[in-house]
């Protein structure tokens, strides 16, 4: 038997969200109850969202380590030249390089920990900021060979990447009452 899935789009659901100062997660008595008849093809039980958690979180976590250990290239490269003692401004640029890269890395935790990933446009959303996330990684290697143009691509990078995480939370405020606050402040 072909397992397939079972919606292309669905009204997006809050997996967890914060309630008079409390974690309330889906399931909970002031969540939304799950309901029990659903088929084995697209069970969302809490302990398959885990399990499915577990794997994405896994294979995010090591697209990170390949963006640190470019990192960990561009402070070599550029702190250990001949003739050139310039470990201050190669950890400064590492640091200024880090931060962004962490800050890509929290909002892609924070949606998938935020919100169910149970259609194929927050699958494929998801997909499009881990492709680009690693376009982000890959051009952070050449960035001691040619810096003003790799500069550029890294700063465009993170714009696009930003700008997709606030448009669709722009669009998931319009179906999730508690969320239309958050994403008009962060605005």
Not at 61 to 80: A, M, T
């Amino acid at each position: 038997m072909r397992a397939r899935h079972r919606y292309a789009i669905r009204r997006p659901r809050a997996l967890q969200f914060s309630y008079r100062s409390q974690v309330v997660h889906a399931g909970d008595e002031r969540g939304v109850p799950e309901p029990s008849n659903r088929s084995s093809i697209s069970s969302h039980l809490p302990e398959d969202i885990a399990k499915e958690r577990e794997r994405l979180d896994l294979f995010i976590d090591l697209i990170w380590v390949g963006i640190i250990g470019n990192l960990s290239e561009v402070f070599s490269s550029l702190g250990f030249r001949p003739g050139d003692p310039g470990l201050g401004i190669a950890t400064l640029v590492v640091i200024l390089v880090f931060l962004p890269s962490w800050r890509i890395w929290d909002a892609m935790r924070e949606f998938l920990n935020n919100y169910y990933m149970d259609d194929m446009v927050q699958r494929a959303f998801t997909l499009w900021a881990l492709l680009l996330s690693v376009f982000y990684g890959n051009q952070l290697a050449y960035l001691t060979e040619d810096i003003d143009e790799v500069k550029q691509w890294v700063i465009s990078t993170y714009l696009i990447i930003f700008g997709a995480f606030a448009l669709i939370e722009l669009v998931y405020s319009i179906f999730i009452k508690w969320l239309r606050k958050p994403v008009l402040f962060q605005t």
